[in-house]
């Protein structure tokens, strides 16, 4: 994680950080959307990930994309049926969260 400047106003606290996204991109062997879904956000919680939003969309004939806004920035997944794989990727300010939820993800999703 960047620098942190906190500045407070009002009994806010606001925390700026230095301009640093990490990434992770991975292969996993599960398309099944539900099973997903659950999964992902349980693990999301764990790491401490703050879940802003959620949007998914099955598509007509097949395939599953779902994103999860996160306040430290997003994951999403996209279903290949076909393929028997799903593509998950996470972008984050937060590199010490994401390096947690690679490892939980190594560990109980099983990437391919």
């Given at each position: ?10 009994n ?7 301009a640093?996204?990490?990434h992770y991109?991975v292969w ?13 956000s349980i693990?999301l919680?764990?790491?401490d990930f ?5 949007v ?6 097949k ?6 806004l996160l ?5 999403a997944?996209?279903?290949?049926p076909?393929q ?12 010490i969260?994401?390096?947690?939820l ?8 099983q990437?391919?």
């Amino acid at each position: 994680m960047g620098h942190l400047l906190t500045m407070e106003n009002n009994n806010e606290k606001y925390i700026a950080l230095q301009a640093e996204m990490f990434h992770y991109d991975v292969w996993i062997p599960t398309i099944d959307p539900e099973k997903l879904k659950h999964k992902i956000s349980i693990l999301l919680t764990e790491c401490d990930f703050n879940i802003v939003n959620f949007v998914e969309h099955n598509f007509p004939v097949k395939g599953y994309t779902a994103v999860w806004l996160l306040a430290e920035s997003h994951l999403a997944i996209h279903t290949f049926p076909d393929q028997e794989k799903t593509f998950l990727q996470i972008s984050s300010c937060n590199k010490i969260k994401l390096e947690l939820l690679k490892q939980k993800i190594k560990s109980v999703i099983q990437p391919s």
